[in-house]
């Protein structure tokens, strides 16, 4: 069966109007152009759609049946078209980002205000998903980009990443910690320390293995959890040290903690990734650039009256590409 939409949209032009002459003129055609398209169309479906008399156009039994159906197929793939138009223009759409929980509760949400006041037809749908999900999901397309925390770029050449800020790793404890008087801390003296830290699915403990190998702590029995809040409450309760990034970018410390910068300083870096060698679709790059963009002046993550304030290299907003 070789149906045309032209022969479909005259059909029910034809059917609306009950005139040849009427839908000729709606369609800028001449009157025997209509009749053609009407005559191919019922030839390609084996069915009589009118009954033609010289004074009117009436559908037949069939015709009825398959203009309400048409129709609305019609009126279906008008408003795909549209909205497909207007996703090109950036405006409106849905945008599938990919995220860890920790940074959706946090530097994410902020991003997706900045869409919501720049682009308020735009809808960006957060997929919270472990770091490995979250590159799976870019690469398989499941999502048109995604948000990761790494220590190092990956190797590979399936994704390109963009570096939107960097974060310092801190110690964080109780002001009455022995090491809270400190206004920063080394590394190895957490030897002795219980840590708590976060786990593989915000990309901070693998981050972390190089520092602990690095300074006597590989060893160590660490407490790793899912959430910043976890964490923190077991840092209150005495339970251990908590090992955290800290700046604006990630939840805040609280006032009944301190954080101090650990030293020699490393760093966790928050990337944009998408699939190489595919560009996004328009939608997804205008919700992209508002992602990369620099934030606005945030509250700060951690006290001001008892703790030392992030390194500077936690402030710089990049827009350095690597290729994963």
Do not use: Y
């Amino acid at each position: 069966m070789n149906v045309s939409l032209q022969q479909l949209k005259v059909f029910v032009a034809v059917a609306r109007e009950r005139s040849f002459t009427r839908a000729a003129r709606e369609f800028d055609l001449t009157q025997s152009a209509v009749s053609r398209c009407v005559r191919e169309l019922e030839e390609a479906v084996e069915l009589k759609l009118f009954d033609r008399t010289t004074r009117q156009v009436e559908l037949t039994h069939a015709g009825a049946s398959l203009v309400r159906r048409i129709g609305r197929l019609l009126d279906d793939i008008e408003l795909t078209l549209r909205e497909e138009r207007a996703a090109h223009d950036g405006h409106t759409g849905v945008v599938v980002l990919a995220s860890n929980p920790v940074l959706s509760s946090s530097w994410v949400a902020q991003g997706l205000a900045r869409c919501a006041a720049v682009f308020p037809g735009l809808i960006v749908s957060v997929k919270d998903l472990p770091q490995s999900g979250v590159l799976a999901s870019v690469e398989q397309g499941e999502a048109d980009f995604g948000v990761v925390s790494l220590a190092e770029p990956l190797a590979g050449d399936v994704l390109h990443a963009q570096t939107i800020f960097t974060t310092p790793f801190h110690a964080v404890m109780p002001p009455t910690h022995p090491l809270a008087g400190e206004a920063s801390v080394e590394w190895s003296a957490l030897r002795e320390c219980a840590l708590v830290t976060l786990n593989a699915d915000a990309g901070v403990r693998t981050a972390l293995e190089p520092a602990f190998s690095a300074n006597g702590l590989k060893r160590r029995q660490v407490q790793e959890l899912g959430h910043v809040a976890a964490v923190l409450r077991m840092v209150e309760l005495g339970l251990g040290v908590g090992v955290l990034p800290v700046d604006a970018h990630w939840p805040t410390v609280g006032a009944s903690l301190v954080s101090r910068p650990l030293t020699p300083e490393m760093n966790l870096a928050t990337l944009l990734v998408q699939r190489r060698n595919r560009s996004l679709r328009p939608n997804a790059a205008a919700a992209w650039a508002q992602f990369a963009a620099p934030a606005s002046a945030a509250p700060s993550a951690t006290n001001t009256a008892t703790t030392t304030p992030a390194s500077p290299v936690a402030a710089r907003d990049g827009a350095v590409l690597h290729e994963l």
